[in-house]
């Protein structure tokens, strides 16, 4: 007897850009670049990719259809039948465990045999055992901004993730930080027994993912020295991934002091848009670090940068700002600067050459560490 499962091709082109998130261009193991698909007893569809240390599942509902066994099904060409076909893609499951795809190529219909798997080789999905929580609908944009200051260090992979800081009961935190700038947002409540650190992934940056509904978090208990496995789930994804092992840094310690005598810039929104277009355009002296310097004399400010091979710095002068305090100067790579316009910051306050630049915030904070120059 067959089985069938018929898909909309613009809603697999969606699941699909999604799985690819997470299952790797070239996986390690075959099973790694397969989906497993499975019709469930709701009228459901699931489709399942992972490289092991991640899960993302979605669930579609399907118009037609019988009941499809679990099959593990080669990812790539699978995807890139819906580059070809129209309007819908028909999984037929054979008495023989075979899986032919059927779709239109103009108005003839073709079948194309799909590469699969034994369904037993697919890894055991890890059970969460926590009730989840919902996260406020403001936490998706600060996630996504923090992960944005994650470090790229291989070497400091406890810092490759956002921290979920529960260590001040009546006020948790996100956190991330590449160690030369820190970003920390705050005046949330996880229902968390102790710090937790998601990876940074590709699936959490991923637009779809974000808008697909509100967000429910749940987080696994450790077993056996193994870290936590945390679940995040939409209306219609769940993602399953490792929680970062290890004590993360005590980030605390490089916010500065709010008591400590500083120069405070106020940014209009003229003076923003100036900076975060000037920026990019000046003269680059091709380190790695980008440098800007931040020129603070007589109540003005302005940006100066200095090209590759030149002694002087050329200097742009800011309009619109407010300026509290004495002349200031102060070396900043221009990535992290521009990124904290663009992250919606209109203060900052510097206090020396060589201590870091804060900006702060309500809600949340950051601080980017001077270049010497």
């Not at 900052?348 to 601080?367: A, Q």
């Amino acid at each position: 007897m067959n089985h069938t499962l018929e898909l909309p091709v613009n809603e697999l082109k969606t699941v699909f850009a999604g799985l690819s998130k997470i299952i790797k261009s070239k996986p390690v193991l075959p099973v790694l670049g397969c989906i497993r698909v499975q019709s469930l007893p709701d009228g459901t569809v699931s489709f399942q990719g992972t490289d092991l240390d991640s899960f993302a599942t979605c669930r579609l509902s399907i118009a037609s259809g019988s009941a499809f066994p679990a099959s593990l099904v080669e990812f790539k060409p699978l995807a890139g039948l819906t580059k070809k076909a129209r309007d819908r893609i028909t999984l037929i499951w054979d008495e023989f465990g075979q899986v032919r795809a059927r779709y239109l190529v103009g108005s003839s219909p073709v079948e194309q045999v799909l590469e699969t798997l034994p369904p037993h080789e697919w890894p055991c999905l890890p059970e969460i055992d926590a009730t989840s929580f919902v996260v406020g609908p403001g936490f998706k944009p600060v996630l996504r901004e923090a992960l944005e200051c994650v470090s790229t260090d291989p070497s400091r992979y406890i810092v490759n993730g956002v921290c979920l800081d529960v260590s001040q009961p009546d006020c948790h935190y996100v956190v991330a930080t590449d160690g030369r700038h820190l970003y920390t947002a705050n005046s949330y409540r996880f229902d968390l027994t102790g710090p937790v650190v998601i990876p940074s992934l590709k699936f959490l940056n991923w637009p779809a993912f974000l808008q697909d509904g509100d967000w429910s978090v749940a987080v696994g208990s450790s077993k056996e020295e193994q870290p936590p496995w945390v679940q995040i789930q939409s209306d219609h994804w769940t993602l399953l991934t490792e929680a970062i092992k290890g004590p993360y840094p005590d980030w605390r310690q490089v916010v500065p002091d709010p008591e400590r005598k500083v120069t405070k810039l106020t940014l209009s929104p003229q003076a923003v848009t100036l900076m975060r277009e000037a920026l990019p355009r000046l003269p680059d002296d091709g380190r790695p670090e980008r440098r800007v310097r931040l020129v603070v004399t007589a109540g003005t400010l302005a940006l100066g940068a200095q090209g590759k091979g030149s002694q002087s710095w050329t200097q742009i002068p800011v309009p619109s700002v407010n300026i509290d305090g004495p002349d200031k100067q102060i070396t900043l790579d221009r990535t992290y600067l521009s990124k904290a316009l663009r992250f919606g910051f209109t203060e900052l306050e510097i206090e020396g050459e060589e201590d870091p630049v804060l900006f702060p915030g309500v809600e949340k904070r950051m601080v980017i560490g001077p270049i010497s120059s």
